[in-house]
């Protein structure tokens, strides 16, 4: 099986243990990084997360000066360029983690909940299927636990695992040997808790005979891993497109099955007129909303807690 289909079968059978799951998402601060898989582990308040929305709320938003009891001019409750400000304001808005209000032609805002402590860990996922080709794997772990943005990084595979493979990688990085077919997943080696509160070392770029790196605060890190958390819980792992052929069955979780292929396809490179077995049809209807929420507490749409004012939907 190809790496996507990996990737997929692997979020799929996470999802089905209950675990919040996404991919390919941004796991850096400075640099340029990205994750194939994210699990979000919730805490004890992940329902008031929930009940809020099941979008992204904006990092400004978040970080603001705002509160769930006065409400203050919005320009005053932001560190940030006033654009970054006024698209913060008008998203959280719309996403129902701010009400506005107008006095004296100003906009006054106000969070309808405190934003909660929602997240207990990340895990985040390197996919290397067939460890024979690991391209650049050592230097995207070691990038990966020196930063230490994730809780834990683990390496899932579905070849054998050799102690010549462990002693590759970090020590620190967990490693599962997954089967894409019957989706057994197998704990070869437990993965280390990094120090997600303290500094960390982020690789920028690597040349030869030179690595150019930075360190990141705590602080820093503390708003990406918010960062990472919320797109994570707005976006899912269903992010991919059918393809319209009629030769594309998608299973129970919504893999994208290719039944000339025998196996799950990317549609933007593998499907189309160019496919012997092409035979060209309406993109299969799945409901990714649905089949998330019966499989984990995300919620699509929640109650939420918006406190409406008087007069409030004239300013929205």
């Not at 640099?31 to 194939?36: F, T, Y």
């Not at 996919?127 to 990966?144: C, E, F, W």
């Not at 997954?178 to 770029?205: H, Q, W």
């Amino acid at each position: 099986m190809r790496e996507f289909g990996f990737e997929l079968a692997l979020c799929a059978a996470l999802e089905r243990e209950g675990h919040l799951v996404s991919r390919q998402l941004g796991g850096h601060v400075h640099g340029r990084r990205i994750l194939d898989t994210v699990l979000v582990h919730p805490s004890d308040e992940f329902e008031h997360r929930a009940a809020i929305t099941p979008e992204r709320i904006p990092s400004a938003a978040i970080e603001a000066d705002v509160g769930p009891g006065r409400a203050r001019y919005w320009k005053d409750a932001f560190d940030c360029h006033p654009d970054r400000a006024e698209r913060a304001v008008e998203l959280a808005s719309e996403r129902g983690f701010f009400e506005r209000e107008r006095r004296g032609g100003r906009t006054y805002v106000r969070q309808t909940a405190r934003y909660p402590d929602w997240v207990a860990g990340i895990t985040a996922i390197e996919n290397k299927p067939d460890l024979d080709r690991p391209g650049d794997l050592q230097t995207q772990l070691r990038t990966d636990v020196s930063l230490g943005l994730a809780d834990r990084v683990v390496l899932a595979t579905a070849d054998y695992v050799t102690r010549a493979h462990l002693n590759r990688i970090p020590e620190a990085v967990g490693v599962w040997r997954f089967d894409p077919d019957s989706g057994d997943r197998e704990v070869v080696r437990g993965a280390t808790d990094l120090p997600t509160a303290k500094a960390g070392i982020e690789l920028l770029e690597r040349k030869p005979l030179r690595a150019d790196v930075r360190v990141v605060s705590a602080v820093e890190k503390a708003r990406a891993r918010r960062r990472l958390a919320e797109r994570a819980y707005a976006k899912g792992w269903r992010s991919f497109d059918y393809p319209p052929c009629a030769q594309c069955s998608p299973d129970d979780d919504g893999l994208p099955h290719c039944a000339w292929k025998g196996r799950p396809v990317r549609a933007s490179e593998e499907c189309g007129p160019d496919c012997r077995g092409h035979e060209e049809a309406d993109a299969p209807a799945v409901n990714a909303e649905v089949l998330r929420a019966e499989r984990t507490p995300w919620d699509p749409d929640p109650d939420g807690r918006q406190r409406r004012q008087s007069g409030l939907d004239r300013f929205g």
